[in-house]
């Protein structure tokens, strides 16, 4: 399988800090980290010129990154209503586009969208689609909802999903396999296939770039390309420690950033007994947000 770190065992310590030093020593990496950042920010209205300040303050202090991000831009922390208006709209277009990728591949049938955060995605799936009558978002975080079609259901075990035996058509996963040890996450996936219906699909859209070199899809995954392997998995964990600790204000949250290229996605869905049906790498794709990363959706069904 191939390893979370290309070069082998993950860094040592916080990875978001590992990220954050590779950034400060890789011009490439660093340029394109804040290019990508910036120009998001430049969509949505947030002050695009505080960006680089932003990031060089991390770069001085990788061990408290986070802290000295939100002393040099302190709206970070405590939004203004521009700021706030500006990243809810980033963050509702970004699952505007995730919709539209998503539901193509939605199955006749009971719908979960797992690590969801809220309930903005599944609640989109069920106006675009006519898949099933529940529609079920869930996560280890966040407060119980029923809405109708509706709800969000508390996963009280991180590999284990509050779904009955082959109940579900089509179980949802973005962003946030690799928010999890291998170990944990292999154990999901194993539940994932216990909830799936014989016919049903998981759909994953994680952040995630092929294993070897691929036609560039435009002039950002080409930068991103030409970057080291080490680099690469820099970009994705660098760009995590932006979304999570800095923009949703989450500095504790655990980075394990144990991201998978496609050739690891194979083998570890695999090894839950899923085959990948499709694979599409999305390049880093425009998802509408407030930053940018590489992601690829893949499509997986139980085998057997
Ligand atoms: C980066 S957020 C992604 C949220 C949402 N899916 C999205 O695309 O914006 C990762 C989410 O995964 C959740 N999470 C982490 N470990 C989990 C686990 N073992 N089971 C379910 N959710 C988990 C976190 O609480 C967090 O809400």
């Known amino acids: 399988m191939s390893s979370p770190h290309p070069s082998g065992a993950p860094p040592a310590g916080d990875p978001a800090a590992a990220a954050i030093r590779m950034m400060a020593a890789s011009p490439p990496l660093r340029d394109l980290v804040s290019d990508v950042i910036e120009e998001g920010w430049a969509r949505w209205g947030l002050p695009r010129q505080d960006v680089t300040g932003i990031l060089a303050a991390a770069m001085d202090t990788p061990d408290d990154a986070t802290r000295t991000a939100f002393t040099a831009a302190p709206y970070l922390c405590r939004p203004d209503l521009a700021f706030a208006d500006g990243y809810a709209a980033a963050r509702a277009a970004k699952f505007d586009v995730f919709a539209d990728l998503?539901?193509?591949?939605?199955r006749p049938?009971?719908?979960?969208?797992?690590?969801?955060?809220d309930v903005q995605l599944i609640s989109?799936?069920?106006?675009?689609?006519?898949?099933?009558?529940r529609f079920v978002a869930t996560d280890v975080f966040g407060e119980p909802l029923d809405d109708g079609d509706v709800s969000f259901v508390l996963q009280e075990q991180p590999d284990r999903l509050p779904l009955a035996d082959s109940s579900t058509a089509t179980v949802i996963a973005t962003g946030m396999l690799h928010h999890m040890s291998a170990e944990v996450r292999s154990r999901l996936l194993d539940d994932v296939r216990r909830c799936l219906t014989p016919d049903g699909a998981l759909i994953l859209l994680e952040?995630?770039?092929?294993a070897m070199d691929w036609p560039s899809r435009d002039d950002v995954d080409e930068r991103f390309q030409a970057l080291s392997s080490d680099d690469r998995w820099g970009f994705l964990a660098a760009t995590d420690w932006w979304g999570n600790r800095v923009m949703k204000n989450l500095p504790d949250v655990p980075l394990p950033c144990t991201f998978l290229d496609l050739a690891g996605w194979?083998?570890?869905?695999?090894?839950a007994g899923l085959a990948v049906r499709s694979a599409d790498?999305?390049?880093?794709v425009d998802c509408g947000g407030h930053m940018a990363t590489p992601r690829s959706l893949v499509v997986a069904e139980p085998i057997g």
Do not use: E, F, W
């Open 102 to 106: 998503i539901a193509p591949h939605v």
């Open 109 to 117: 049938g009971p719908v979960c969208d797992m690590g969801a955060g």
């Open 124 to 133: 989109r799936l069920a106006q675009r689609t006519k898949s099933g009558s």
């Open 207 to 210: 952040d995630t770039y092929p």
């Open 266 to 271: 194979r083998v570890t869905l695999a090894g």
């Open 281 to 284: 790498y999305l390049g880093v």
